[in-house]
């Protein structure tokens, strides 16, 4: 829909909250993600006898009915489907991790990944920093 619904500090937290608590079930594992005010960029691990399409289902619609029950946003969130891209070597993980890195740059909203917050990047950062995580709304 072109919708920018990842643009505000709220929704963004709102969808980290939702891989969070995708994470913490064991649904499962992310290895690095960034929120774009458009689009994700998100590779997973399902874990057990998941498939991609249902933990893609599961993340987009905790994702809309949060957000239109929390913050009664009305219409559809996200288009239908999504790009699958199968990473099945180190340097495949590697070149996927850095483009990922680099799409907040790229679309010139930072100068260094790192200062991305609503990236993998900049929570692993904060973490080793010895920040404690912002409250998610």
């Not at 949060?66 to 009305?74: D, S, V």
């Not at 891209?85 to 996927?96: K, M």
Request: with cysteine; charged share 25%.
């Amino acid at each position: 829909m072109g919708r920018a619904l990842l643009q505000t500090d709220q929704n963004a937290r709102l969808f980290i909250d939702v891989l969070r608590a995708g994470v913490k079930a064991r649904e499962f594992q992310i290895h690095d993600f960034v929120a774009m005010p458009n689009h994700i960029h998100l590779p997973i691990t399902v874990m057990g006898d998941k498939s991609i399409e249902k933990a893609m289902q599961l993340i987009k619609g905790r994702f809309s009915y949060r957000i239109k029950k929390e913050h009664g946003y009305i219409g559809e969130v996200w288009q239908k489907g999504f790009s699958e891209s199968r990473v099945t070597d180190q340097q495949g993980f590697v070149a996927h991790q850095a483009y990922i890195a680099e799409n907040p740059v790229k679309a010139g909203l930072v100068d260094s990944a790192w200062k991305y917050p609503y990236c993998f990047a900049y929570l692993v950062a904060e973490k080793a920093a010895g920040a404690k995580a912002r409250p998610l709304l």
